[in-house]
């Protein structure tokens, strides 16, 4: 439970679970979204990984993270951040993503 709230803690992190929230992105492309190094959003990726919010694999020479939709915390966050004015709009990106890949 506390790598949970450790996780839950940084905003990075929950703008990466809100990014994830309906689909996979190799770790370039999370970071392509943020101002900071490529190891620090590794860093963040870790943390999310240890906390089983998200998961990786690799193919190639990506890895790919998606969320664990299992996870009661992912679903609680998915509320949570429907009402927050940051995470909405990367939720509903992350939807328009994941309908654009099915076709």
């Given at each position: 439970m506390q790598r949970i709230f450790e996780a839950l803690a940084s905003?990075?992190?929950?703008?990466i679970l809100a990014i994830l929230a309906h689909g996979e992105m190799s770790a370039g492309e999370i970071a392509a979204r943020f101002d900071m190094t490529r190891a620090s959003i590794s860093q963040h990726l870790s943390v999310l990984e240890a906390a089983g919010l998200v998961t990786s694999e690799k193919r190639g020479q990506f890895v790919f993270y998606r969320q664990v939709p299992e996870s009661l915390v992912n679903t609680l966050n998915g509320f949570v951040q429907e009402a927050c004015p940051i995470g909405r709009p990367l939720r509903h990106e992350s939807a328009a993503r994941a309908r654009r890949q099915k076709t």
């Open positions: 905003a990075a992190r929950r703008r």
